[in-house]
C-alpha cells in the first residue's frame, strides 16, 4: 500500500523548493511575489509533511512514507545521516573533478 498523500506533499514540496532555489536571482527577482510565494508554499508543505508522518491517519504504521517511529532509534538516525553526508560529498567531489572539463 503506497502513502500517496504524504508522497503528493513530499513531492510539492521538494518541487517548490527546486523551483526557489533556481529562479530566484535569475528568473525571478528575490523580492518578487513569485519567488517569495515558492518559499512560503515549501515552508507550508514541510510542516504538512512533518505532520502527515507524525500523524497520518489513513495509514498504518509501517505503510507510511517514512516512519516516524524511526526517529526514536539512534542507529538509524546515525544511518540517514551517514548516508546523506556521504552522497554529498561524493556530489561535490564529483563536481569539482568535472567543473574545470565543463565550464572552461
Known amino acids: 500500500m503506497m502513502d500517496w498523500i504524504s508522497l ?4 510539492g514540496g521538494t518541487t517548490c523548493f527546486t523551483m526557489a532555489v533556481n529562479f530566484g536571482g535569475t528568473v525571478y527577482a528575490f523580492d518578487s511575489g513569485s519567488e517569495i510565494a ?14 502527515t508522518t ?5 495509514v498504518t504504521k509501517e505503510n507510511r ?7 526514536r532509534r539512534h542507529v538509524l538516525v546515525n544511518l540517514q545521516l551517514q548516508l546523506f553526508l556521504v552522497s554529498g560529498v561524493m556530489l561535490v567531489s564529483l563536481l569539482l573533478n568535472k567543473a574545470p572539463e565543463l565550464f572552461f
Open 8 to 11: 503528493a506533499i513530499f513531492f
Open 38 to 51: 515558492l518559499w512560503v508554499m515549501t515552508g507550508i508543505l514541510l510542516i504538512a509533511i512533518i505532520l
Open 54 to 58: 507524525i500523524y497520518h491517519p489513513g
Open 65 to 71: 512514507m517514512y516512519p516516524a517511529h524511526f526517529l
